[in-house]
């Protein structure tokens, strides 16, 4: 058969992994997908640089509409990122008849119903394993590994900036701006790394993960994100003492009144492997009703591991090329004409009506009655306690401190009770700080 023609946009990071990974496996490839797959055209606004990686096996040009305008372009690669020109050259490409393959997990979840109505409209197939935890096969999983299962939720650490940042944290005992530029000087983290340490690019990819798993569409406006900026090694420290250690987990849920989508900080027992995913690594937790508990460790970034799913996507449509577009696997793992009824049966819930447990870390005058007003208030709204911890004061404030801290574990309870209890909380004039409210992941 005759190869499939690639073009590929953008060139940097990733697009000189996949050039470089296809070249090298090119021969075990064409086994597997039963053609060959060959990158004929990459452009890039440094056109020396591309130059420089891919030599005379293609063609380099500037302008990225050159590539959308051959005809002898099968399948185009979007690398470039981000929502602007990305978006219109993904929906240029599709309107031209060519398969779509990217890597761009912002683009995808906020306009992701739009490129894949039109995609379906045109019969064209769009890929986007890489979009999510880089080289770990977590979207075909979904989609096709555990097509047979009521998922009832995905937890992952989905983002390597910020789990070194806390690996660090926890190891070195460290505070969070200290890590911060440490993974900065390291390449951990970028020059901005506003989207990685506030949670909004394990949003972006817990809002596709979300979306494949239930049936809906890709929402990332209704998500909740919170980030790891007010996390401090004393919170990572209290946690490892009883027993939890603190992750960045996007988390999505199928409950009896919908959805939930949220991504922040959780304490996780220490004793759950995703708890010991350490660095940079990422980690997927699915939980379903016919294989149980599945976890899914790898590369969660990275030139080489994130090609490997460019490539995946590759020889997917390599594969089915040609086949009638009915019979394919559907973008979102349901067949299109379910989606929108899937969508208005199972709304995404607001943070309010999330239900989970919470540790506490309160900091109050070293004086009685204290703590049993503190209890008291969570008693009224309907909270229950698990187990609280005071520390010695001299531990908190040193020798003669008159603060200590509460620590107080709950069993689960509505976030919108605990908004209420912890306002109330809050200005109690024995309460000395802004309290820390971290929510607690069993996982089980």
Avoid: C
């Avoid at 005379?56 to 990225?64: L, M, Y």
């Avoid at 003492?241 to 996007?250: A, D, M, P, S």
């Amino acid at each position: 058969m005759k190869p499939i023609q690639v073009g590929l946009l953008g060139i940097g990071t990733v697009g000189s992994g996949t050039f470089n990974v296809l070249e090298r496996n090119q021969d075990e490839i064409r086994r597997r997908a039963g053609r060959g797959i060959e990158i004929t055209m990459v452009a890039d606004l440094d056109t020396a640089r591309a130059k420089s990686v891919v030599g005379d096996k293609a063609k380099v040009v500037g302008d990225a509409r050159e590539i959308i305008a051959n005809p002898e372009i099968d399948v185009v690669v979007e690398l470039i990122g981000g929502y602007g020109i990305a978006k219109a050259l993904v929906l240029e490409a599709i309107a031209a008849g060519k398969h779509v393959v990217t890597a761009n997990k912002a683009l995808l979840a906020v306009h992701g119903t739009e490129i894949f109505k039109a995609a379906a409209e045109k019969g064209v197939m769009v890929a986007y394993e890489a979009a999510v935890a880089g080289g770990i096969p977590i979207i075909k999983a979904l989609r096709e590994g555990l097509t047979a299962n009521s998922i009832q939720w995905v937890a992952g650490i989905i983002n390597g900036t910020t789990n070194f940042i806390l690996s660090e944290m926890r190891d070195k005992g460290l505070d969070f701006e200290v890590v911060l530029k440490e993974a900065q000087r390291l390449g951990y983290a970028e020059a901005d790394p506003t989207f990685d340490i506030e949670g909004v690019d394990a949003a972006h990819k817990a809002t596709l993960m979300s979306a494949i798993a239930f049936g809906i569409p890709v929402q990332f406006d209704k998500a909740y994100v919170e980030g790891i900026t007010k996390l401090t090694a004393t919170d990572i420290r209290y946690a490892e003492q009883l027993g939890y250690r603190i992750k960045l987990l996007g988390i999505t849920k199928r409950t009896d009144k919908g959805i939930e989508l949220r991504v922040h900080p959780s304490l996780v027992p220490a004793k759950r492997l995703i708890a010991n995913v350490e660095g940079a690594m990422n980690a997927v937790v699915v939980h379903a009703d016919a294989v149980g508990t599945t976890l899914y460790y790898g590369k969660g970034a990275g030139s080489e591991p994130t090609a490997s799913a460019v490539i995946a996507d590759l020889v997917d449509i390599a594969r089915m090329d040609g086949s009638d577009p009915a019979h394919r696997v559907p973008a979102l793992a349901f067949q299109s004409h379910t989606l929108a009824a899937a969508g208005h049966e199972l709304p995404v819930l607001p943070m309010t009506e999330v239900v989970t447990s919470y540790y506490l870390r309160i900091r109050v005058a070293d004086e009685a009655g204290v703590l049993a007003k503190i209890t008291g208030l969570l008693a009224g709204a309907g909270i229950s306690i698990d187990a609280v911890l005071q520390r010695e004061a001299d531990e908190v404030g040193g020798e003669g401190s008159t603060q200590t801290d509460l620590i107080i574990l709950t069993h689960d309870t509505r976030e919108g009770d605990m908004n209420q209890a912890l306002a109330e909380i809050q200005s109690l004039p024995t309460v000395l700080a802004p309290i820390t409210r971290i929510r607690k992941e069993e996982l089980n």
